[in-house]
């Protein structure tokens, strides 16, 4: 109790490193810290504020709205971490921007994907919430991101994505001693519509409810599995940069 007192009480958070006043409301979750300055070119007066272990922060402007971007690593646990630090420190709006495998046949490379529901296939939400509980984003902050993507003439979709823990379980199921599980699983989530896949969301909405903060995703679809397809360097970078104008825009929208 005396620990949660503390990290509330003006001192730097212990993971994220940063203090009330460090970030704006509004804050932007990619996972690889190497994106942030990639997405902070999109800010006036940034500024870096911290860099300790996977979490790098930058806060600014956008058109004259205060925003932050601040980078959770891989994976549902670390994000759990960035999204209980930055809720303790006064963030409000977190959405997370990052990349994922299509799993519908309609949904292609550079492709975006607003998520409006996240399967719990994890283990860091049930900490949280029984598995009962949906992981549903904010809906205002589907509706912001849908209209700034609307705005923007670049193609979408919105729906269902699947959170996962194992990278390579995804990739390479056969090989894992519980090939039939996963494979499974994966065939029911393709049948029942589920977009793409990608390791942070679903926890996100499930931790972001239990905080009472806003939250949201836009994800650039990075790979196709199936077709053996990938964006090269230079279309995922652009398509990053889609993303965060779409982002960035909803932020005068709510």
Same mark, same amino acid.
């Given at each position: 109790?005396?620990?949660?007192?503390?990290?509330?009480?003006?001192?730097? !958070?212990?993971?994220? !490193?940063?203090?009330?006043?460090?970030?704006?409301?509004?804050?932007?979750?990619?996972?690889?810290?190497?994106?942030?300055?990639? &997405?902070?070119?999109?800010?006036?007066?940034?500024?870096?504020?911290?860099?300790?272990?996977?979490?790098?922060?930058?806060?600014?402007?956008?058109?004259?709205?205060?925003?932050?971007?601040?980078?959770?690593?891989?994976?549902?646990?670390?994000?759990?971490?960035?999204?209980?630090?930055?809720?303790?420190?006064?963030?409000?709006?977190?959405?997370?921007?990052?990349?994922?495998?299509?799993?519908?046949?309609?949904?292609?490379?550079?492709?975006?994907?607003?998520?409006?529901?996240?399967?719990?296939?994890?283990?860091?939400? =049930?900490?949280?919430?029984?598995?009962?509980? =949906?992981?549903? =984003?904010?809906?205002?902050?589907?509706?912001?991101?849908?209209?700034?993507?609307?705005?923007?003439?670049?193609?979408?979709?919105?729906?269902?994505?699947?959170?996962?823990?194992?990278?390579?379980?995804?990739?390479?199921?056969?090989?894992?001693?519980?090939?039939?599980?996963?494979? !499974?699983?994966?065939?029911?989530?393709?049948?029942?519509?589920?977009?793409?896949?990608?390791?942070?969301?679903?926890?996100?909405?499930?931790?972001?409810?239990?905080?009472?903060?806003?939250?949201?995703?836009?994800?650039?679809?990075?790979?196709?599995?199936?077709?053996?397809?990938?964006?090269?360097?230079?279309?995922?970078?652009?398509?990053?940069?889609?993303?965060?104008?779409? &982002?960035?825009?909803?932020?005068?929208?709510?």
């Amino acid at each position: 109790m005396t620990e949660k007192k503390s990290m509330l009480d003006g001192e730097r !958070q212990y993971h994220i !490193q940063l203090k009330e006043g460090d970030v704006a409301d509004f804050v932007i979750l990619p996972g690889d810290p190497g994106r942030v300055d990639f &997405i902070a070119e999109h800010f006036d007066d940034a500024k870096e504020i911290a860099f300790n272990r996977e979490y790098k922060t930058v806060t600014g402007t956008y058109k004259g709205r205060p925003v932050s971007v601040t980078s959770t690593g891989i994976g549902c646990p670390s994000a759990a971490i960035a999204i209980e630090e930055l809720a303790n420190i006064g963030a409000k709006t977190l959405v997370r921007l990052g990349t994922s495998g299509a799993m519908q046949d309609h949904t292609r490379i550079g492709d975006l994907v607003i998520a409006n529901g996240a399967v719990r296939q994890e283990g860091t939400s =049930p900490q949280y919430m029984p598995i009962e509980f =949906p992981a549903v =984003p904010s809906a205002d902050m589907v509706s912001a991101l849908e209209s700034a993507a609307i705005d923007s003439k670049l193609k979408y979709h919105i729906g269902v994505v699947q959170s996962k823990d194992s990278f390579y379980g995804q990739h390479d199921p056969d090989s894992m001693p519980v090939s039939h599980e996963l494979n !499974q699983k994966w065939d029911a989530w393709v049948r029942g519509g589920v977009l793409c896949s990608e390791m942070e969301v679903s926890t996100l909405f499930v931790v972001g409810s239990y905080r009472r903060v806003r939250t949201g995703a836009l994800l650039v679809v990075y790979g196709d599995q199936k077709r053996q397809e990938a964006l090269n360097k230079e279309d995922y970078l652009e398509s990053v940069n889609k993303a965060t104008k779409i &982002i960035l825009e909803s932020s005068l929208k709510i």
